[in-house]
């Protein structure tokens, strides 16, 4: 299972940081992602890790404001974003994926999270 938390309400500008807390699971087995999806809005990746060396992916829109980094000893995967903008707003999930090499899509992620609300006031 992944538990997300983290999310809130904050201003445009602000920082946020998104934990996952995975159990029940060999965790570093799986490279770890975090989607988002907003009302209306088809869901989409926002940040990739692979299992061990720690390589990363970004979707487009992040442009150099989000982190993603894990820690295998705490079963734990983050995402902290900095310079969130209103479009930003929606529900980011975590997942895991078993044969995803970095980046993971909505057909290769095994695991989902439950999702934790972003949202970001102008």
């Known amino acids: 299972q992944l538990q997300a938390c983290g999310g809130g309400l904050v201003q445009a500008g602000d920082s946020l940081r998104l934990s996952c807390a995975a159990s029940?699971?060999?965790?570093?087995?799986?490279?770890l992602g975090w989607f988002r999806q907003a009302p209306g809005k088809e869901r989409e990746s926002v940040a990739g890790i692979s299992r061990v060396s720690g390589r990363t992916s970004y979707g487009d829109f992040v442009k150099g404001r989000f982190t993603i980094s894990r820690d295998n000893a705490k079963n734990t995967v983050y995402l902290q974003m900095n310079g969130l903008k209103p479009e930003g707003t929606a529900t980011y999930y975590c997942?895991?994926?078993?044969?995803?090499?970095?980046?993971?899509?909505?057909?290769?992620?095994?695991?989902w999270g439950q999702g934790t609300q972003v949202t970001v006031s102008s």
């Open positions: 997942a895991a994926s078993r044969s995803a090499p970095v980046t993971l899509t909505m057909s290769n992620t095994h695991y």
């Open positions: 029940g699971l060999t965790f570093s087995n799986y490279a």
